[in-house]
Each structure stands twice: as C-alpha cells, then as structure tokens.
C-alpha cells in the first residue's frame, strides 16, 4: 500500500497571497495523483488529476504540479471560497487507492 | 444534471444492521465504477471499496479495501440507478460519514469526478 503524507497539516494563509501544498507518496506513484477540496456539509470536489490536469470548471488559479513521489498543489491567489481541507490522492497502486490525511488552508 | 445522491442521516447501535444508498442520475449509470469513501470524525478520507454497475455483476466487478473485506458488502440495483454500502452487525467505531463517488473515466481506479454530499452514521455503543 502506497501511504501518501501531506504537509504543512494546517496552512494559516490571507487572502489574495499564494498557498503551496505538499504532498509526498512513500513509493513512486507516477502521475496518478489526484488533489480533492473538501468542505464541512459539501461533496468532496476533483481539482486536480494526473497530477498537473485541472478538472472541469476548476478556476485556473488551482495548478498541480510533480511527479514520482513528490507533488504540490499552488493556489495562486487565494479566495476566500477556498479556505478548506486539501487532500492528495494516488490511484497507481491498487487496491487500495489511498489518501493522505489532508492540508486545512485556514484564513490567517 | 449529473449528481449522486444519498440517503439521509443515520443513528443506530451497536449489533445494528444498515444499509445506506447512493442514486445516479444525469449520466449513464452503468458506464462509471462507484467507490464508497469513508470519513471518521476529524480523520482523513479512507477508500473502502468499488463496484461495476454492469448486468450480470462478475466476482471482478467488486473490488475492496482489504481493510474493509468482510466487514461492509458493497452492492448495486442497475435498475434504479443505485449503489449501496451495507453492515450486518454495526460498531461504534464505523461512526463516520461516508461518500460514495463516481470514476472519472470508466476504470476502476481513476480520480473520482463526482461525489454524493455524504451520510453521516452515528453509532453508539
């Protein structure tokens, strides 16, 4: 099982400035990773896959980036609709897909 | 519009059997595999399982977590567009919401492009 770690655990961020998010898989997970939002009360939501692809409707100020082991998801400009919990996802070695445990992107 | 939707909140007890739905609509719900997600309080998301919509379901088209196996049964009703995640004897610890999503693409292991908003299970001891 590919176990995925993410950091920073919470990113104290003001809006308008640039969040960058790590994610680092324990073995090489290629470009089969995926970035999802989530918000209390709110369906999990696809930002990015294949680790550099913006999925449909996701503003371009979302990008991914990486590859291997190593991935990081930039928010350009933060709004404040963003605030939320980040998580990264691999799906090249399976079962089981895996998560990792999430980046909170606080308002500072 | 293409959504999934779930059924609604849940609170049961220990020893209880459930089992909680998740119907497709707006797209061709045989076409998509179906993962259930699980969420426990302040945990990360955890893949459970999947599952092919197909007629005639083959022994290949449920996948599960080995974390899972035996533990929840995943199934599917194509003729009402509907997945399900199902316990027979619940525990306090499978206090949690859970997701079901839809793939991508169509292969069992891609990103998932949709997701129901969650149903939340309470079980108390």
């Known amino acids: 099982e590919i176990v995925m770690t993410q950091s920073p655990a919470t990113l104290s961020v003001s809006p308008g400035e640039r969040a960058t998010l790590s994610c680092r898989a324990s073995e090489n997970a290629n470009d089969n990773v995926a970035w999802y939002q989530l918000k209390p009360g709110q369906a999990p939501r696809l930002l990015i896959f294949g680790a550099s692809t913006r999925a449909t409707g996701i503003p371009a100020r979302f990008s991914g980036s990486g590859s291997g082991r190593q991935f990081t998801l930039t928010i350009g400009s933060l709004q404040s609709e963003d605030f939320a919990i980040y998580y990264c996802q691999q799906y090249t070695n399976w079962p089981p897909i895996t998560f990792g445990p999430g980046t909170k992107v606080e308002i500072k | 519009e293409v959504q999934l939707v779930q059924s609604g909140a849940e609170v049961k007890k220990a020893g209880d059997s459930l089992k909680i739905s998740c119907k497709g609509s707006?797209?061709?719900?045989?076409?998509?595999?179906i993962a259930w997600v699980r969420q426990m309080p302040d945990r990360g998301l955890e893949w459970m399982g999947i599952?092919?919509?197909?007629?005639?379901?083959?022994?290949?088209?449920?996948i599960y977590n080995p974390s899972f196996q035996g533990q929840v049964a995943i199934s599917v009703d194509r003729s009402i567009s509907t997945a399900y995640l199902e316990w027979s004897s619940l525990r306090a610890s499978d206090t949690a919401i859970y997701y079901c999503?839809?793939?991508?693409?169509?292969?069992?292991?891609?990103?998932?492009?949709?997701w129901g908003q969650g149903t939340k299970v309470t079980v108390s001891s």
């Open positions: 999503a839809k793939s991508y693409v169509g292969n069992a292991f891609d990103p998932f492009d949709l």
């Open positions: 707006g797209y061709s719900f045989t076409s998509y595999w």
């Open positions: 599952i092919y919509p197909r007629d005639h379901l083959r022994n290949s088209d449920i």
